[in-house]
C-alpha cells in the first residue's frame, strides 16, 4: 500500500468540509451517526490533540447527546473513518497512530463518568472479553468493555497470544459469558474446531459465547451457524 502524507495544519482538499459526493462515498455511514462534518472534525481533532478531541466532544454534549450516542455514533465512525483516510493515502502511517492513540486517550478520559452507573448498580455478572490474538487495534474491545462495566458488569479485557491463553483464562476464573473479536478469515476458519472448547473448559455449564468485530459484518450468518449465542455489531445492542 503506497501512504501519502499531508500538513496538518492544512487539510487535505474534500477532507474538511467535504462535498456531498465524498461523504456519500463513505462505505461505514451507519443510521444514526453524526453528520459526516461533524464526524470529519472530531477525525481532524484527534489528528491535532487529546485536548483538541475533548473539546469537540464537550460541542457534542452541549448540543444535547449524551455519551452513549457520542460513542456509538461520534467516536466509533471517527475511528473508521481515520482507517478510511489511511486506506485513501490521505494520512501517513504515524498520523493515523497519532490520531487512534488521541482517540482511545478520550475514551479513557472519560472513562470514570462513563462507567459510573454500572458502579452505583453492579449486577453480579462477568464478562471475559478477547482481542484478536496479539491485536494492536483494541479500541473496539475497550469500547464494548465500557458498556458492559456502565451497565454493572465485572469485565476482564484480554489481548491474548493466542487461542490457548484465551482458553486458560476460561479455565481459571467464573465467567458468565465471554466475547471474542473475530477479524479475519482465518479467525473464521479456526472457529468450528475451537468454539466448543470454550464451553468444555469453562466452570460454567450455561457460559454464554458473543462474537463482534468485522466480520460479524461482513459474514454474521456464517457467525450464528457456528452456535454462538449472539453475533453482533453494536455495542448498546450487545449489552442489551
Known sequence: MTIGT????????????MDSRLASAWPFLEEGDFAPTEIERMAQA?????????????????????LEDIYIHGLSPCARLLGHWWRCDITDFAQVTIGSS???RVLHRLSPEFCAPGADRPRKLSLLLATEPQSQHTMGAFM????????????QLLTPHDGEDVLTHLRRDWFDAVALSISSDRQLHHLPQWLPRLRECAPNPQLHVLVGGPMALQAPAALQALGVDLAAVDARQTVN
Request: hydrophobic share 45%.
Open 46 to 66: 484527534c489528528l491535532g490533540s487529546l485536548d483538541a478531541a475533548l473539546v469537540q466532544v464537550e460541542q457534542w454534549r452541549q448540543a444535547g447527546h449524551d
Open 102 to 104: 488521541n482517540l482511545q
Open 144 to 155: 464494548l468493555a465500557e458498556f458492559f462495566r456502565r451497565h454493572g458488569w465485572v469485565v
Open 6 to 17: 499531508f500538513n496538518l495544519s492544512r487539510p487535505p482538499p474534500g477532507v474538511f468540509g
